[in-house]
C-alpha cells in the first residue's frame, strides 16, 4: 500500500513540479532577456537567450518524462547563470538567490537519489560561498533604481518559487490522500460484502449479527435469526445453467436486503437475517418475505421462473451465543425442508421444543 501511494503521489507531483517550474522558469528568463537587451548587457541577453531555449526544449522532457536529464540541465542553467550574473552584476542584485533556490528545489525533483541530493545541495553551497566571499561589486554598472528594482525582483521570484514548489507538493500530497482514503473505504466495502449480491458476506455478517445480539441484550430487547434457503435451487442450476442460478441469488438477496436489520450471505443458496421485535412481529416479517419471494417471478430466457424459499426463524429474548442461535434455526430450517418447503419454521407458543 505504501509503494502504490508513494508512486501516485510521485506522479503527481514529478508531473506538476518539472511542468509549472519549467513554465516558470521560462517566463522569467524571457524577461531578463528583455530586460538585458534594453540595458544593452550583451552577455546576459545570450545567456538568458540560451536559457529561454534550453526550458523551451525542456517541456518535452517533461512531456516524456525524462526527468534525469531535465534535473541535470536546470542544475547547470540555474548555477551558470547565477554565477555569470552575479560576476557581472555585482552581489547587490541577488541573482545569487537562485542557487539557494536550486538547493531548495533539489528536493522536489524527481529521480533524485538521497545521495544525490545531499551532494548537489553541498555543491549548490559552495558556488554560493564561494560568490559571497569573492564578489562584490560587479562588471556592469546598473543605475540605483533599475538596481534596486532588479534585486527585488531576483528575491520576490526565488520566494514565489519556492512557495509554488511547496503549494504543488502539498497540494499532490492532499489529492493522493484522498484518494488513499476513497480506496481504503472502496476496499472496506469490498471485503465486506458479497461480490454477488451486494449482501454482507459470511465473515464480516458473523461478526455484525454477533454484536447485534450482544446490543439487542443489553437494550433487553427480543431478537430473531432467520436462515434461509432457495427451494430446489440445484435445478435452476442443472436445467438453465448457473448464470441463471446467480440470476435467482441476486433476485432473493434483493428482496432480503429490505429487511430491517441485517441481510447475509451465509453460504451458496443460504442466507441469514438478524432482526429485533422493534421492527414488527418477527414471523410476521419472515413471512412477509417468503410470501415476496413466492409471489415474484423471475424471467429468464422467455420463461417465468417461480422462487420459493424455506426459512428457519429462532427467537430470542435474552442473550446467546450466535452459533447456539443459529443450530435452532438450522434445525427448524431442516423441518421446514422436511415438511414441503416454502414456509417459515419456528417454535410456536405453546408447541414443545
Request: aromatic share 14%.
Amino acid at each position: 500500500m505504501g509503494t502504490i501511494y508513494d508512486a501516485r503521489r510521485g506522479t503527481l507531483y514529478n508531473e506538476r513540479i518539472m511542468f509549472y517550474g519549467n513554465v516558470i522558469a521560462w517566463f522569467v528568463h524571457v524577461l531578463f532577456c528583455l530586460l538585458f537587451w534594453r540595458l544593452d548587457v550583451t552577455s546576459l541577453f545570450i545567456s538568458n537567450g540560451v536559457s529561454v531555449l534550453y526550458y523551451t526544449i525542456s517541456f518535452y522532457f517533461v512531456h516524456k518524462r525524462w526527468y534525469g536529464i531535465f534535473f541535470t540541465g536546470l542544475f547547470i542553467e540555474v548555477v551558470y547563470n547565477a554565477i555569470i550574473s552575479t560576476i557581472i552584476l555585482g552581489w547587490d542584485v541577488n541573482m545569487h538567490y537562485f542557487i539557494l533556490m536550486m538547493a531548495y528545489g533539489v528536493f522536489f525533483m524527481p529521480s533524485v537519489t538521497k545521495g544525490q541530493r545531499i551532494l548537489t545541495t553541498a555543491l549548490a553551497m559552495m558556488i554560493y560561498s564561494i560568490l559571497f566571499v569573492n564578489v562584490s561589486d560587479g562588471m556592469v554598472t546598473l543605475p540605483q533604481p533599475i538596481e534596486q528594482a532588479l534585486g527585488l525582483f531576483c528575491i520576490l521570484s526565488t520566494v514565489m518559487m519556492i512557495a509554488g514548489l511547496s503549494f504543488i507538493f502539498e497540494s499532490a500530497v492532499v489529492e493522493v490522500t484522498d484518494e488513499l482514503e476513497q480506496s481504503n473505504e472502496q476496499l472496506q466495502v469490498l471485503a465486506s460484502t458479497d461480490g454477488l449480491t451486494g449482501l454482507l458476506n459470511r465473515k464480516i455478517g458473523h461478526e455484525r449479527v454477533s454484536e447485534s445480539i450482544e446490543q439487542a441484550s443489553r437494550d433487553g430487547i427480543s431478537y430473531a435469526i432467520a436462515l434461509c434457503d432457495i427451494d430446489g435451487f440445484k435445478s435452476f442450476n442443472e436445467t438453465y445453467g448457473h448464470d441463471c442460478g446467480d440470476r435467482v441469488i441476486q433476485q432473493v438477496a434483493s428482496i432480503l436486503s429490505s429487511v430491517d436489520g441485517l441481510a447475509v450471505r451465509w453460504g451458496g443458496e443460504e442466507f441469514l437475517l438478524f432482526y429485533t421485535n422493534s421492527s414488527g412481529d418477527v414471523y410476521a416479517i419472515t413471512e412477509q418475505l417468503r410470501h415476496q419471494i413466492e409471489s415474484t417471478r423471475l424471467e429468464y430466457e422467455g420463461e417465468q421462473l417461480h422462487i420459493t424459499m424455506t426459512f428457519g426463524l429462532a427467537v430470542r429474548t435474552q442473550f446467546d451465543t450466535l452459533e447456539e442461535i443459529l443450530k435452532e434455526a438450522d434445525d427448524y430450517l431442516r423441518e421446514g425442508k422436511q415438511n414441503g418447503k416454502n414456509q417459515v419454521r419456528f417454535l410456536r407458543k405453546g408447541e414443545v421444543q
